[in-house]
Structures are given as C-alpha cells and as structure tokens.
Nanobody, 115 residues
Framework: QVQLVESGGGLVQPGGSLRLSCTVS????????MGWYRQAPGKQREWVAG???????NYADSVKGRFTISRDNAKNTVYLQMNSLNADDTAVYYC?????????WGQGTQVTVSS
C-alpha cells in the first residue's frame, strides 16, 4: 500500500529554518506530482508548494521566496526547505501525492515558530 511519512518538524525561533522530508513507499514515486500543505489551528488546510514529476515547482504567495520544494526520485523523497520562518508559518505540515485516481496524504509533522 502507499505510505507517506513526513519528518523534520519541530520548534524553531522566528527567522530560523527547517527542512521537512516526506518519504513515499508502495508506488512509483517519480511518476507523480507532490505537494506540501499546512493546517494551522482553527484554519482550513492550505496548499503551500507543489512539484510536478517533471520537476516544475509552484508556491503559494505567502511562502514564495522563503520556501523551496524539491524531490529526490532515487530516495522517493520530497523536501520542503523553509527559511525566514515566522509565527504565521506555525501549522501541521502534510505532504500529498496525487495520482489520476486518488490522493495520498502523510500523517503530518508539526512546525512551531516561537521565541
């Protein structure tokens, strides 16, 4: 079965950086687009960044210039490098793999930005 496992979350001070990882198993990872989403307390889940199977990337305006999504097909892993973090970035971060028939989600990893 398809599994997505996120890691790399934690507590970071404002202005700091974190790198999230999402490792995929049970599917041919390189064929599919991947995305990162986040959900803050009391808010709806929102899209953060996406990377196509081709490597093309897109970002939400709120993170453009601060976050970088990348993928390593040899490791079946997608990354989210997050720089210049602020309190508004505090959320549970989820990765998603999209196929034509179904979307698969990871369990989420908590990112807290606080001094």
């Amino acid at each position: 079965q398809v599994q997505l496992v996120e890691s790399g979350g934690g507590l970071v001070q404002p202005g700091g950086s974190l790198r999230l990882s999402c490792t995929v198993s049970g599917i041919i990872f390189s064929r599919y687009g991947m995305g990162w989403y986040r959900q803050a307390p009391g808010k709806q889940r929102e899209w953060v960044a996406g990377i196509a199977s081709s490597g093309t990337t897109n970002y939400a305006d709120s993170v453009k210039g601060r976050f970088t999504i990348s993928r390593d097909n040899a490791k079946n892993t997608v990354y989210l490098q997050m720089n210049s973090l602020n309190a508004d970035d505090t959320a549970v971060y989820y990765c998603k793999l999209s196929t034509p028939r179904f979307d698969y989600w990871g369990q989420g990893t908590q990112v807290t930005v606080s001094s």
